[in-house]
Structure formats: C-alpha cells, structure tokens
C-alpha cells in the first residue's frame, strides 16, 4: 500500500512536470496566423501641394508567423496587389497604374519580407526586413505595435490578435513617379504608411 501511494505521488509529480514543459514550449513556439482582410487594413498619404490625400490597397496577403514572447522566432511575409490601389478617384487610381507611377502591369506585386523581428520594450516590436517596390528593393525598419490576442467570440476555438505599424518612404527612392513626375514640386516624396492587421488562429 505503502509502495502504491509512493508511486501515485510521483506520477502526478511526473504530470505536473510534463503539462509545465509542454506549456513552456507552446508558449515560446512559433504562432502562425491568418490575416482577416476584411478587418485589416494598409493605409497611405501622400502631399498634394499642401493637403495630404489619403488612400489604400484593398488586395494584400502573406504569412504571419509571430509569438510576442519569442519575437527571434517570427516571421512577416506579406504581398500586395499594385493595381488594388484606391485613392477614392478612379482617374488618379488608373494614373497611378500606370508606368508614370507603380505601372502595375509590369510590376503587380509590391513585396516585404523580414530578416528580423526585435522587441524594443512592452508591446512595441521592429521588424527589419527588405521592401521591393517595382524593381527596386530597399531595407526598412517598420516598427509596430502587438495590441493584445483574445478569444475570437463569433468564431468559436479561434484566437484574434492585433498589430498596428507606421513607416514612412520615399517614393523617389522607388522609382514611383518616374520623369515630370519624380518631381516634389506638386507631389510630395514622402509617403505615410499605416498597417494595422486583424489576424487569426486556431486556438
């Protein structure tokens, strides 16, 4: 009897130790998650002689792979669709598709994948990575913020989270607005960018 309890105890022990490891490893492991087009969202503004004219891309996806507790181990790789660009004025909207600006024919995609993903302090994190707009492809740093994960209460066994970003470019270093239009007399070079993502997992 003696020996049956001795066992007992050290098996639950032994259960405790195991359910422990497993939750350590689940908490530093890398997290993948689905970006929800629908609720999220890449933003832009750019200087027209003085007022700022904003605008976005409504097609984008990519791989979100991103554990705030292990950010060595995440990974953003996201594509966007050039000719999903909206400015809410279909005559500049087709403009910019053209080879004056993105020429979206021969370069659809605009493309940002990391090399690096820092956490700086709190929620606030530095993804450093390589930017390609049409041929050209630039290091950036996008310093972003995680604002929490919880549980996705209309989809059941699902977590939601949320990253928000800011940047701001040049779109001369791109080569968007090529000839009469590289000028920043009526357009201004920098452009400012805003990301914000709803994304999604399996709980």
């Given at each position: 009897?003696?020996?049956?309890?001795?066992?007992?105890?050290?098996?639950?022990?032994?259960?405790?130790?195991v359910?422990?490891?497993?939750?350590?490893?689940?908490?530093?492991?890398?997290m993948?998650?689905?970006?929800?087009?629908?609720h999220?969202?890449?933003?832009?503004?750019?200087?027209?002689?003085?007022?700022?004219?904003?605008?976005?891309?409504?097609?984008?996806?990519?791989?979100?792979?991103f554990?705030p507790?292990?950010?060595?181990?995440?990974?953003?790789?996201?594509?966007?669709?050039?000719?999903?660009?909206?400015?809410d004025?279909?005559?500049?909207?087709?403009?910019?598709?053209?080879?004056?600006?993105?020429?979206a024919?021969?370069?659809?995609?605009?493309?940002?994948?990391?090399?690096?993903?820092?956490?700086?302090?709190?929620?606030?994190?530095?993804?450093?990575?390589?930017?390609?707009?049409?041929d050209?492809?630039?290091e950036?740093?996008?310093?972003?913020?995680?604002?929490?994960?919880?549980n996705?209460?209309?989809?059941?066994?699902t977590?939601?989270?949320?990253?928000h970003?800011?940047?701001?470019?040049?779109?001369?270093d791109?080569?968007?607005?090529?000839?009469?239009?590289?000028?920043?007399?009526?357009?201004?070079?920098?452009?400012?960018?805003?990301?914000?993502?709803q994304?999604t997992?399996?709980?």
């Amino acid at each position: 009897m003696k020996n049956l309890l001795i066992t007992t105890i050290l098996l639950a022990f032994a259960s405790v130790a195991v359910a422990e490891s497993n939750e350590t490893t689940d908490h530093h492991s890398p997290m993948e998650w689905t970006i929800d087009n629908s609720h999220s969202n890449i933003l832009f503004q750019i200087n027209h002689f003085f007022n700022a004219i904003p605008g976005t891309f409504n097609e984008f996806d990519g791989r979100i792979v991103f554990n705030p507790d292990s950010p060595e181990d995440s990974e953003f790789d996201v594509t966007i669709q050039v000719a999903s660009v909206d400015t809410d004025v279909e005559r500049r909207d087709g403009h910019l598709r053209t080879a004056d600006f993105f020429d979206a024919e021969t370069y659809p995609e605009m493309h940002f994948r990391t090399s690096e993903i820092r956490h700086v302090e709190g929620s606030s994190y530095l993804a450093l990575g390589q930017l390609t707009i049409k041929d050209v492809t630039r290091e950036v740093e996008l310093p972003f913020e995680f604002l929490g994960v919880t549980n996705h209460v209309m989809q059941e066994n699902t977590l939601v989270a949320g990253l928000h970003g800011e940047i701001s470019l040049l779109r001369n270093d791109f080569g968007v607005g090529v000839g009469d239009w590289a000028s920043t007399a009526v357009i201004g070079d920098e452009v400012r960018i805003q990301i914000s993502l709803q994304v999604t997992k399996p709980e």
